[in-house]
């Protein structure tokens, strides 16, 4: 994040900006998600909305939590989905389309990854984590 943001509220566009996001994403994904506060005015067209909600609403759906994985250990798809909110059935779809890793190794039926590969994936991986009452 970067300054304080302003004590009459922010608008979407300097939101995006204090998070260094593109305003599209929280006009068309953030604000839209059913925990975003609703704003508590107006300056100009734009909507203002208190930067101590948004920045609840940010820490809980859509920064993910620092994970890190043990580099030199292997994992299942079902442990890097536990340690990290993706389900199980995104990492083989993202391996598929070339959006993660193909596995550094396989035993049996289960595709392992070994933790060093897991942190270069997430590094470049956004969040944005659906709350439980809309899975």
């Known amino acids: 994040m970067v300054?304080?943001?302003p004590a009459d509220g922010e608008t979407?566009?300097?939101i995006a900006a204090r998070y260094g996001r593109a305003y599209n994403t929280?006009?068309?994904q953030w604000s839209r998600h059913p925990a975003w506060p609703d704003p508590i005015g107006k300056r100009g067209r734009a909507y203002v909305y208190d930067p101590a909600q948004v920045d609840a609403v940010v820490?809980?759906?859509f920064v993910r939590e620092d994970t890190t994985f043990e580099a030199r250990r292997l994992y299942t798809t079902a442990e890097i989905a536990e340690r990290t909110g993706i389900s199980t059935?995104?990492?083989r779809a993202d391996v598929s389309k070339g959006r993660w890793p193909a596995p550094d190794t396989t035993e049996g039926r289960a595709n392992l990854?070994?933790?060093a590969t897991i942190n270069t994936a997430l590094a470049g991986r956004r969040s944005y984590r659906k709350s439980p009452e809309s899975s």
């Open 12 to 14: 979407l566009a300097e």
């Open 113 to 115: 990854w070994s933790g």
């Open 26 to 28: 929280l006009s068309a």
């Open 59 to 61: 820490r809980e759906h």
């Open 89 to 91: 059935g995104t990492i």
């Open 3 to 5: 300054a304080n943001p």
